[in-house]
């Protein structure tokens, strides 16, 4: 893959997972990107910002992985970490279930925003399996390529780290994390957060709880799963 659209990888990923990038799957993908982009398809997010997970989360600060599925397809919504809107977008219907479990887990109020930068920045790595999107088109770029990029990054923190936390929601997460040891790290499974699955498990999984409960059994600071408000929040 190109680094069209300015991409670049965050250098410590890009030392574990940067050869993949020029595999020849990928370089179809980054063809395939190309060429719906002069058709005129409108992909999300934008180039800048399809690895903003691992931005935000370098390899070594990772504490905690949330996996989600592909962007949001609507306009504005996407910016590269899952489940995540900048702030002033409304918040999406499975964010907040998400909101909604923290504040039954933890006691947390709801915030007046989506953006959940700063738990990618306390080391949570908000990683969609699939990063592009077409605007209106849920899943249009699955089955492309990305799985298998994202599958490597996964087995790369699976391997070479210890006891993570890996929250897992809905069939296709639990899918995806199925190289992950559970001996070496804590692996929570629940109902994905969607108001269609939600109320099978999801509310009142307590994972949040759980993980922080397991990083501090494993000297690590557990996640401030609140967010500032939006006023003071730091993009």
């Known amino acids: 893959m190109s680094d069209d659209d300015r991409i670049k990888l965050e250098p410590s990923?890009?030392?574990?997972?940067?050869d993949y990038?020029?595999?020849d799957d990928m370089r179809a993908l980054s063809g395939f990107l190309?060429?719906?982009?002069?058709?005129g398809a409108r992909i999300f997010p934008?180039?800048?910002?399809?690895f903003a997970a691992f931005d935000a989360t370098p390899f070594d600060a990772v504490k905690v992985v949330i996996l989600g599925q592909d962007p949001y397809h609507g306009f504005g919504q996407a910016h590269g970490l899952c489940f995540s809107v900048l702030p002033g977008v409304p918040v999406p219907p499975s964010l907040d279930n998400i909101f909604k479990e923290?504040?039954?887990d933890l006691g947390i109020a709801r915030p007046d925003h989506g953006c959940?930068?700063?738990w990618a920045r306390q080391g949570v790595l908000l990683l969609n399996a699939v990063l592009t999107v077409e605007e209106g088109r849920?899943?249009?770029?699955?089955g492309k390529g990305w799985e298998g990029f994202t599958d490597h990054a996964i087995e790369a923190l699976a391997n070479e780290r210890e006891n993570l936390v890996f929250l897992l929601w809905g069939s296709y997460a639990q899918a995806k994390g199925k190289v992950i040891d559970a001996r070496r790290h804590?692996?929570?499974?629940?109902?994905?957060?969607s108001p269609l699955s939600a109320h099978r498990g999801f509310l009142g999984c307590k994972h949040f709880s759980a993980a922080n409960q397991y990083l501090s059994q494993h000297g690590q600071t557990p996640i401030d799963w609140s967010l500032p408000p939006r006023s003071q929040l730091a993009i």
């Open 46 to 50: 934008p180039g800048p910002q399809i």
């Open 102 to 104: 923290i504040q039954s």
């Open 116 to 118: 959940l930068l700063p």
């Open 21 to 23: 990038l020029q595999r």
């Open 186 to 193: 804590r692996v929570l499974r629940a109902p994905h957060p």
């Open 13 to 18: 990923w890009k030392a574990r997972i940067g």
């Open 138 to 142: 849920a899943g249009a770029h699955q």
């Open 34 to 39: 190309r060429q719906r982009k002069q058709a």
